[in-house]
């Protein structure tokens, strides 16, 4: 079984498990063994689903201003949450290959693998909400069949991106890529170099 084939299971079972309440202060039921890779996915796709639904809930027209600000309070925390889940996958994946020894001209990804599952767990979310709408009875058979042809187009996406993934693990464990990851180092996050929180 390939990484891609552990992994989108994984992220489909927390979206539904999500969707049952569908509530964004609902507590995370995280059913496997912390530690493990597969807690690690499940909680990296929560963390998306509920993100997916505060971007849903922030662009109210409608919204109080000082509800407003504090959702983008959750929303930025929600993001350094997730950078940090990303990095922490890396840090899986090094362990996993820290003994590959790479070939001569083994060349580097222009993205680590964990950033690479990122994009696969939003990707698994495009292809709920989109399916919800083919779905939807309240809309025009215009409005569907044009979410089908987006359906279509994500469900190709993620067959390529699934095979890519795959693909850049196969060649960093024959050594012909090799893993560098970089840290994010989100400024605006940290009080010793956001100029609007250190000069305050």
């Given at each position: 079984?390939t ?77 350094q ?8 996958i890396?840090s ?36 709920y ?22 359906l279509?187009?994500?469900?190709e996406q ?5 095979s890519?993934i ?16 970089y ?7 940290d ?10």
């Open positions: 079984m990484f891609t084939e552990r992994a989108m299971p994984i992220f489909e079972q927390a979206i539904e498990d999500y969707h049952r309440k569908d509530d964004v202060d609902q507590p995370i039921a995280q059913p496997y063994e912390e530690g493990t890779i597969e807690s690690q996915l499940y909680l990296k796709n929560w963390i998306d689903t509920v993100q997916w639904h505060f971007e849903d809930l922030i662009r109210d027209p409608n919204i109080d201003p000082v509800a407003g600000m504090t959702l983008k309070r959750r929303i930025d925390k929600s993001n949450d997730r950078t940090d889940l990303v990095e922490h890396d899986y994946f090094r362990d996993v290959y820290k003994d590959v020894v790479p070939q001569d001209g083994a060349t580097i990804n222009t993205e680590s693998p964990a950033w690479a599952v990122d994009r696969l767990s939003i990707l698994a979310l495009k292809i909400h989109m399916q919800e709408q083919v779905e939807r009875t309240d809309a025009s058979e215009e409005h569907r069949e044009r979410c089908r042809q987006k279509a187009v994500l469900l993620r067959k390529d991106l699934s890519a795959d693909q850049l693990l196969d060649d960093i464990a024959a050594g012909r890529k090799y893993m560098k990851v840290r994010q180092m989100k400024m605006y996050n009080p010793s170099t956001n100029p609007i929180l250190y000069q305050k």
